[in-house]
């Protein structure tokens, strides 16, 4: 089922401030098709978590409204919204076993709903078979790991089968290995049933990996939508460009004039029709290409070697934050005891940025 | 292992010196006396051994009536305590504003001393010739004839007993269940909430199962504290207990020991091993009980 969101507001009392409102979730406009996995991204505390607790239903927004399919949903409780919720701790009930998890949601069913015992124990292990924990019925919470916690989180979730399918930092909770798996598994999950899932993720690479659609937050605002790749390839401001990727964007002082970008007195790119002017530069680790005649020259501190490519790392006078950081090719011939190293620019991994507003130019 | 054993017992020995000097010997000697048939206080003897005293105990007209007061003190306090300190503290952790001026004062007949607030029970309920309780203004005013709750009829004496004991065991209550609630998740509550279910089924399926282990040590501290009800009987209506008709076990203990009646260890003794046997044995179900119901998370 599509979700929309209209001019979603939620403002919060603030804690420090008396009579100061704190606005988590500020006007959100958007519509996440039928059938996507959504990664709601952003650094802590940016109103990710609110976002997902105004579609749950557990917070009631200030402004705005809030659709299912084309059903409002803005002023419905939690339980008639038809969500699946899993928590970032799983909040599994610890006296309760595994299949007693899972069925709880269809036990409040009412009315026509109500099913029969029989019944729900089937629906359960189906679910349980989805996720993969069917072996597991009888144990505690306590008994499984945190990745098979996990599933049953998701099992309880989705054994009413929900419109939509909520998870909060699904994976922060685990290892990095079972991240990864998990990760492919989530995947495969919301594939096999279709259902609307949109998870909330400070990781940037986490949400890059699985989502067919993310949404960058940053201080109650969306900042961009779009496919993985489209948001990475063509961010819409510097706040964007530094979140996603890693290695971190190298963001270094720059400025446009007579039709070339400056970096210190080195232009390093043409750049004909653009407004003169300062500029933030930012440039992707992997923009650079190794070139003894190239326009951009920094002094080189180490090499680390990562198999298949090399990363460089060096320092230039503009940079911002640490050091600049190069990743290219290992065979591309860069000697650990060169002083200084000179590349040449692929211009679609550079991005330059408004000096006041941080906006793309 | 065998090295570190003597040490152990040495750090334990401070301990076991003092259990033993006041506990163990004590506990000896009180089935002795309880065994020890005519002891006299003067000379220092008894004329046999034999369960003479633990008869004469259980046919006396005044343990009768100290059981049957015990027993029916427990079996109304301890559910009415414990189920109306369930309600107040549920009510306590869903009020957000005043919450802790709230819970101060029902914590506030905790720290009063027993005495003053027996005093002030008296006061309320009697019904005397020129001092009329509120409790009897109020039901005269209703229409009703007053009763003296301090010296009238038995089941208003027990009445007031049992308010006046749920009344002073509820503040400790109160406290232990209101941090056991403000110690589950919220995300349950959530969950719980999420998956649709009604506030009732979210108390009894979640709440009631996670505070399960604090109401179970709530429930069993509450029985034998009821049991050993003394002090409560004696801040409302008085030291002569038998004639007011509202002994207890450890009141008929007392009086067997020092009272006017006194002066019969023996009686005493036998007396105390009944209320042991019988404490024990209601321990021994409520562990039995709750080994099947109470959920350890």
């Not at chain 1, 709601?40 to 978590?49: A, R």
Request: contains cysteine.
């Amino acid at each position: 089922m599509k979700v929309v969101l209209q001019d979603l507001t939620k403002r919060f009392a603030s804690r420090q401030e008396k009579g100061k409102d704190v606005i988590a979730v500020n006007h959100f406009d958007f519509e996440i098709p039928d059938g996507q996995l959504v990664g709601l991204l952003g650094p802590s505390g940016c109103g990710k978590s609110t976002t997902l607790n105004l579609i749950s239903g557990l917070e009631t927004p200030s402004e705005g409204k809030i659709f299912f399919g084309d059903r409002d949903v803005t002023q419905l409780p939690p339980e008639e919204r038809g969500v699946g919720l899993v928590f970032q701790n799983y909040a599994l009930y610890p006296h309760l076993t595994v299949e007693e998890n899972i069925i709880f949601p269809l036990q409040n069913l009412k009315g026509k709903q109500k099913m029969t015992k029989e019944a729900m124990r089937e629906k359960a292990l189906e679910v349980a078979r989805l996720v993969q924990i069917d072996q597991l019925m009888e144990r505690k919470p306590r008994e499984l790991s945190g990745g098979q916690q996990q599933r049953v989180a998701i099992a309880r979730a989705l054994v009413k089968i929900p419109n939509v399918l909520l998870l909060d930092e699904p994976l922060s909770n685990l290892d990095a290995r079972l991240r990864l798996q998990t990760r492919e598994e989530l995947r495969r999950i919301q594939r096999d049933t279709g259902v609307t899932t949109i998870f909330v993720t400070h990781d940037q690479e986490e949400a890059m990996s699985i989502s067919d659609l993310i949404i960058v937050m940053k201080d109650g605002v969306v900042n961009q939508i779009g496919k993985p790749q489209e948001v990475y390839d063509d961010p819409v401001n510097l706040f964007v460009a530094q979140f996603l990727g890693t290695p971190a964007i190298n963001v270094l002082e720059g400025e446009i004039r007579d039709g070339s970008l400056y970096i210190g007195q080195e232009a390093v790119l043409p750049m004909a029709g653009k407004a003169e002017g300062p500029v933030w530069v930012g440039i992707r680790p992997e923009g650079f290409v190794l070139d003894e005649k190239g326009p951009f020259t920094c002094e080189m501190d180490r090499v680390e070697v990562m198999g298949r490519d090399v990363s460089v790392v060096c320092r230039h006078a503009k940079m911002t934050g640490r050091n600049l950081r190069a990743i290219i090719p290992a065979e591309s011939g860069v000697r650990p005891g060169q002083r200084e190293v000179r590349f040449s620019l692929k211009p679609y991994k550079v991005f330059v940025f408004d000096r006041e507003s941080e906006a793309r130019r | 292992m065998k090295k570190n054993n003597w040490k152990a017992w040495l750090y334990l020995l401070p301990a076991i010196a003092f259990l033993a000097v006041f506990m163990i010997y004590p506990l000896i000697d009180v089935c002795v006396y309880s065994l020890e048939e005519n002891y006299s206080f003067a000379s220092g003897e008894a004329t046999g051994i034999g369960l003479a005293n633990f008869r004469h105990v259980l046919s006396d007209p005044f343990f009768v009536q100290a059981l049957r007061n015990t027993f029916l003190i427990v079996i109304i306090t301890v559910p009415v305590s414990t189920g109306v300190s369930l309600l107040i503290s549920l009510g306590l952790s869903s009020i957000k504003r005043l919450q802790n001026a709230f819970q101060t004062i029902y914590f506030l007949p905790y720290v009063t001393n027993t005495l003053a607030v027996g005093l002030v029970f008296m006061i309320l309920f009697q019904d005397k010739e020129r001092a009329r309780g509120l409790v009897n203004q109020i039901i005269v005013w209703l229409g009703g004839t007053g009763v003296d709750f301090i010296d009238g009829p038995y089941w208003a004496k027990m009445f007031v007993m049992c308010f006046y004991t749920v009344w002073v065991v509820m503040p400790f209550k109160i406290l232990i269940m209101t941090s056991a609630l403000a110690s589950v998740n919220p995300d349950y509550y959530k969950a719980a909430k999420v998956d649709g279910a009604s506030s009732f089924r979210i108390f009894r399926k979640i709440t009631l199962p996670m505070i399960s282990s604090t109401v179970f040590y709530l429930i069993i501290t509450g029985f034998i504290g009821a049991f050993k009800a003394y002090s409560d009987e004696v801040a409302l209506f008085g030291t002569n207990l038998n004639a007011a008709g509202m002994n207890t076990i450890v009141g008929y203990v007392y009086d067997m020991l020092y009272g006017s009646s006194g002066g019969y260890p023996s009686y005493a003794a036998a007396a105390a091993l009944i209320l042991f046997a019988i404490v024990f044995t209601i321990t021994f179900i409520n562990l039995t009980v709750s080994r099947k119901t109470v959920q350890y998370v």
